[in-house]
T-cell receptor, first 109, second 116 residues
């Protein structure tokens, strides 16, 4: 079967750095996406990785290792507004998007 | 860019009512639109995928006759929840993508449906 694993919940301090991990087992791989979802709102696109390595976009970076079936989202200089759920999603060989359950990130002052 | 508009944002109605939700891509042509539902504190669940001008592909367990999807143009898809019951109460979200497989899905703001 296809599976995306990410921690259920993480807590971090304002101004700090946090890394949210995602591991996947899917039938084929055609890219990995990270989305942010605030409570009661729809997800918003953060990043896309299809090749190994680090993609940096402002305070957010995303890393991919296809051989390990592993990705992480790195958030720097955390702000209170970063409190949200972070969803990892993998596109499989049929170009279907397989979603993780999301990681709820709690930022404390 | 890549704005997806979903309407209405909230619906409260009586059991047995049919509810139509619209999803529009405002600044791009959406070759594919997706409909999800999400229960509180749970992950997104894909209901169906629709391509313009063709029938929607429903996920296993999703009733085609209950959740009618129409994707009549490259900018509009509709989801109609027919004869809604309290168990259909959920957060329904549409998304749209275009072009190559490398494009992300862009989401509408969602519709919170409450059936009394």
């Amino acid at each position: 079967g296809q599976n995306i694993d990410q921690p259920t919940e993480m807590t971090a301090t304002e101004g700090a750095i946090v890394q949210i991990n995602c591991t996947y087992q899917t039938s084929g791989f055609n890219g990995l996406f990270w989305y942010q979802q605030h409570a009661g709102e729809a997800p918003t696109f953060l990043s896309y990785n299809v090749l190994d390595g680090l993609e940096e976009k402002g305070r957010f970076s995303s890393f991919l290792s296809r051989s390990k079936g592993y990705s992480y989202l790195l958030l720097k200089e955390l702000q209170m507004k970063d409190s949200a759920s972070y969803l990892c999603a993998v596109r499989d060989s049929n170009y279907q998007l397989i979603w993780g359950a999301g990681t709820k990130l709690i930022i404390k002052p | 860019g890549a704005v997806v508009s979903q309407h209405p944002s909230r619906v409260i109605c009586k059991s047995g009512t049919s509810v139509k939700i619209e999803c529009r891509s405002l600044d791009f042509q959406a070759t594919t639109m997706f409909w999800y539902r999400q229960f509180p504190k749970q992950s997104l669940m894909l209901m169906a995928t629709s391509n313009e001008g063709s029938k929607a592909t429903y996920e296993q367990g999703v009733e085609k006759d209950k959740f009618l999807i129409n994707h009549a143009s490259l900018t509009l898809s509709t989801l109609t929840v027919t004869s809604a019951h309290p168990e259909d109460s959920s957060f329904y979200i549409c998304s749209a993508s275009w072009g190559t497989e490398h494009q992300p899905q862009h989401f509408g703001d969602g519709t919170r449906l409450s059936i009394l």
